[in-house]
């Protein structure tokens, strides 16, 4: 575990000081929730796999041109990212119906919807991450309507390029949720990056011939095998972890 100073602990990740200004040091911990915290448990090295899986899908979204909050990965639990104030949205990307949006409108988990559907929810645990409208969004200044353009932008263009990356190792990207901050380039200035992280916790992600769960719902709806669904999504992904380092 790091010595550094922590800044910010929330339920997957704990967040310290980095070496230089404008950075932090990201770490992954096997701490799993669901449920706003209701349910709590750990998945053994989730926080490695997390923090390569991550890595990888950040670096390749990098290439194509999206701007991330990743700089490079430290050592088997951290990564050093870019220091962003997070906007309190969480932005849900749906291309087939499941989770809360079966639940919500009846429609049968596995449905595909007709087009990729974005939701916005405000990030308060307090108050269940409710689902939030882009009115809303612009009145009450959470994202002012040019900075909720380039994230829905952003969004489509991450799901663009995701479920391709998935498509391509037999995985169905049904949905997933990315998290955006302000990166302060000076007082006035400031670049709209995707941060937190991509990993099985916050995507849902199916066997294309089997639609088997490789994701965080095998924790949620109690399926067994959680550790062993995301060394299948990171193993598929060409991600090698050496068992003696855990690096
Ligand atoms: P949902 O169907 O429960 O609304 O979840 C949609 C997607 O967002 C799914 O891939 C899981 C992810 N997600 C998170 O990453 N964090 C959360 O707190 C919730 C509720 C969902």
Not at 31 to 58: C, P, Y
Not at 62 to 76: A, D, K, Q, W, Y
Not at 143 to 171: K, Y
Request: hydrophobic fraction near 35%; glycine fraction near 8%.
């Amino acid at each position: 575990m790091s010595r550094r100073r922590p800044i910010y602990e929330g339920k997957a990740k704990i967040l310290y000081e980095g070496p230089e200004p404008g950075t932090l040091v990201q770490y992954f911990k096997d701490d799993a929730t669901a449920f706003n915290a209701q349910k709590k448990g750990t998945i053994e090295g989730k926080g490695v796999l997390n923090n390569r899986i991550s890595e990888h899908v950040m670096t390749l979204l990098g290439n194509v041109g999206i701007p991330t909050h990743f700089i490079r990965r430290l050592n088997m639990r951290e990564q050093l990212v870019k220091r962003v104030d997070i906007i309190p949205i969480e932005v849900i990307v749906r291309n087939i119906a499941a989770g809360s949006l079966s639940k919500r409108l009846g429609i049968e988990e596995g449905t595909p919807l007709p087009r990729s559907v974005i939701e916005f929810c405000y990030k308060s645990d307090e108050h269940g991450d409710p689902l939030v409208g882009e009115d809303l969004i612009t009145a009450m200044g959470w994202m002012n309507p040019r900075e909720l353009d380039e994230v829905m932008g952003l969004s489509l263009r991450v799901n663009d390029f995701m479920s391709g990356l998935f498509a391509g190792i037999g995985i169905k990207l049904v949905d997933f949720k990315l998290e955006f901050g302000r990166y302060y380039v000076n007082e006035e200035e400031h670049q709209i990056l995707l941060a937190d992280e991509i990993s099985p916790d916050n995507c849902r992600l199916w066997d294309a011939a089997t639609s088997e769960k490789l994701d965080k719902d095998r924790f949620r709806r109690d399926l067994g095998g959680v550790a062993e669904a995301y060394q299948t999504i990171a193993r598929r992904l060409g991600i090698r972890i050496d068992p003696q380092t855990e690096n």
